[in-house]
């Protein structure tokens, strides 16, 4: 049987480097993780001395309005969570 015929290939050229700039606002999102813990913390802590305090403690004039206080602070910790990579 007769062999086929070698097909050369071309020669690899890269495309010219396009000018690449990182912007390191955007990639550099080493700050998420504390601040979402930290977060996640106020939040708790406030609820906990809401009702360690029986109402008292941290607004008082909140009432129990300071029970959603402490949950946006655990739910602006969950939205901070999706900026992590």
Known sequence: ???SRIRKK????PPP???QTVNLKLTNR???APVMLALFLIG???IVVFYVTE??????SFGNWNIVVGFGFIAAGFGVST???
Not at 10 to 13: K, R
Not at 55 to 60: C, I
């Open 1 to 3: 049987m007769p062999k």
């Open 10 to 13: 071309a020669e690899f050229t």
């Open 17 to 19: 480097a396009a000018k």
């Open 30 to 32: 080493s700050w998420v």
């Open 44 to 46: 708790l802590a406030w």
């Open 55 to 60: 109402g008292d403690l941290p607004l008082q």
């Open 83 to 85: 900026q992590w990579k």
